[in-house]
């Protein structure tokens, strides 16, 4: 199967995983900034934006797309990559770095941090999200010029939606709409993250302060490394990738480029 990637950049290979119903184009606020520093690869995991979905046979579980974007990663020839994942894309990059090396991991407001089923607010929100995206799509797209829409469309996803471009929203909505691995995704991914093969990388992971999507039952991270950094973003929501590309970029940043001081870790 095929994946779409968009590559830019020179320096230390970085893999950007975005979350679900979404697209690499979610990276597009802060992918200049990172391809000053590094050779970044945005990728559209199995049956999202340009990515053909996962066989009929072949559940699309986070460690099954992980295997998919670790055979492009082969192909393309790249062996050590630092990987940044935002929601579903952080849990299928834990799944990635237990599978083969990694430099380090990123994880933005990851999604399977819940201890069984995927909690019932988040399952809902995520399916009246995609619902009025698939079956509104023209409409909403046009409203997207008036920042009190975008407000009110963006505003469980993304912290500061007011401040988002109409072409971004867009993007936004048109990805979450047509992406047809979004159901069998869903089911996929309960229950949540289990730990694997010890992760020899360092990892950070951060959840924004205004991220009403991934509430107090889906940030248990007990599953995560001895040693995981654990920050927060300031104003950012559960996409904080538009709310914030200067913070976000100084975050990725000191995890690949790890120093010795100022964040909390788990014991």
């Given amino acids: 199967m095929r994946l779409a990637y968009t590559r830019l950049g020179a320096g230390e290979p970085m893999v950007a995983l975005h979350g679900m119903g979404s697209a690499r184009q979610a990276f597009d606020p802060i992918l200049p900034a990172l391809a000053e ?16 979905p996962l066989p009929a046979d072949v559940e699309p579980h986070p460690a099954a797309l992980a295997r998919s974007v670790a055979v492009l990663l082969d192909e393309l020839g790249l062996e050590r990559p630092h990987v940044v994942g935002n929601s579903l894309g952080g849990w299928v990059a834990l799944e ?9 991991v990123t994880l933005l407001s990851p999604a399977g941090m819940w201890r069984n089923r995927t909690p019932l607010y988040n399952r809902i929100s995520l399916r009246v999200s995609r619902w009025f995206s698939a079956h509104a799509t023209n409409l909403l797209s046009r409203l997207m ?4 829409a975008r407000v009110l469309t963006l ?24 992406c047809p691995g979004f159901d069998a995704t869903m ?3 309960s229950p949540g993250y289990r730990a694997g093969p010890p992760i020899d990388a360092p990892v950070t992971v951060e959840f924004g302060s205004r991220d009403f999507l991934l509430r107090r039952a889906s940030r248990h991270l007990d599953e995560l490394p ?12 559960h ?3 538009a709310d914030d590309p200067r913070a976000v970029v100084a975050l990725i940043g000191e995890t690949a480029l ?3 001081a100022g964040s909390a870790r788990l014991p």
Wanted: hydrophobic share 40%; aromatic share 6%; with cysteine.
């Fill in 37 to 52: 520093r590094f050779d970044v690869i945005a990728i559209d995991l199995p049956g999202f934006g340009e990515s053909e």
């Fill in 145 to 148: 010029s008036y920042r009190v």
């Fill in 96 to 104: 990635l770095a237990a599978i083969r090396p990694v430099a380090s």
């Fill in 226 to 237: 001895p040693g995981t950094s654990v920050r927060a973003l300031p104003g950012c929501g």
């Fill in 155 to 178: 505003g469980q996803t993304h912290g500061q939606p007011a401040r988002i471009s109409p072409e971004y929203a867009r993007m936004a909505i048109r990805a979450m709409g047509t």
């Fill in 258 to 260: 790890p120093s010795p």
């Fill in 187 to 189: 089911r996929a991914t």
């Fill in 239 to 241: 996409v904080p990738m």
